[in-house]
């Protein structure tokens, strides 16, 4: 078991494995510096936004999940909430906002090949509505998510992969390995049964009781995991790398 530390600090080197250096240019930090301050302005903008947008509806959806083998969840904006749990049907609560109430928005939970996969898609074709979603859906269905902009967070649940543009991510108790690509935002995961695969632009990010190996290519941010069975560091452009617990 290990435990290290390094500290970037826009320094032009990183450690890009256990047993390898590599080099990242200067124009590349320019870039991700010009990504995370277009982002930074973007995410105001967005909040500044949706402060005036009132509560206008909210809807119910369901679905038997008995012979599902996959789950789908396209979202736009708003928040986005997972809880697995035991049974065998997928229930949607969304409560959509807009300033003004009209039926203009998307909100879908349908199969889309058989009874083997089914699709949730919320608000992913009309940018003047937000929907905040809670799912509640069997904790071993596998599932994919992706996210313009908003919180997500899951617990008890099988999410194998996450496309997200904006917002916080928060993990808990994943039992499947999982892949994130994330544009910015913290990213916190605690306790996942395989391996785990990121790709941020800006963020913190926080891994806790990781069962396979982390992988991180990361923009901006610190790095923080705690117990997992290896830890590689593809590339990294700042912010500090702190392991603990980590087999070598």
């Not at 290990?2 to 930090?29: A, E, K, P």
């Not at 649940?157 to 108790?173: K, L, M, P, Q, Y």
């Not at 891994?207 to 830890?231: K, L, W």
Request: aromatic share 4%; hydrophobic share 35%; glycine share 8%.
């Amino acid at each position: 078991m290990t435990s290290s530390t390094y500290s970037r600090h826009n320094s032009v080197n990183y450690v890009s494995s256990r047993n390898g250096t590599g080099r990242i240019s200067t124009r590349r930090l320019n870039t991700v510096v010009a990504t995370l301050l277009v982002t930074m302005t973007s995410t105001s903008a967005l909040a500044g936004w949706f402060n005036d947008y009132e509560l206008v509806e909210t809807k119910n959806l369901t679905l038997d999940a008995a012979n599902l083998e996959q789950f789908k969840i396209d979202a736009g904006a708003g928040s986005l909430v997972l809880v697995g749990e035991q049974g065998d049907e997928i229930s949607v609560t969304a409560q959509v906002y807009q300033r003004t109430a009209k039926n203009d928005y998307c909100l879908s939970l349908d199969y889309t090949k058989g009874e083997a996969q089914a699709l949730l898609a919320a608000n992913n074709c009309n940018s003047d509505t937000r929907i905040d979603v809670t799912v509640t859906l069997p904790a071993n269905l596998a599932t994919m998510i992706q996210d313009t902009s908003g919180s997500i967070n899951t617990n008890n649940t099988s999410v194998i992969s996450i496309a997200d543009g904006s917002g916080r991510i928060e993990i808990n108790n994943n039992h499947t390995g999982l892949k994130i690509e994330d544009g910015s935002g913290p990213i916190d995961i605690t306790q996942v049964a395989g391996d785990i695969e990121i790709d941020d632009g800006s963020g913190s990010i926080h891994v806790t009781n990781a069962q396979g190996e982390v992988t991180v290519r990361d923009g901006s941010g610190s790095i923080n995991v705690n117990n997992a069975r290896r830890f590689n560091l593809i590339s990294d452009g700042s912010g500090s790398v702190n392991l603990s617990n980590v087999d070598s």
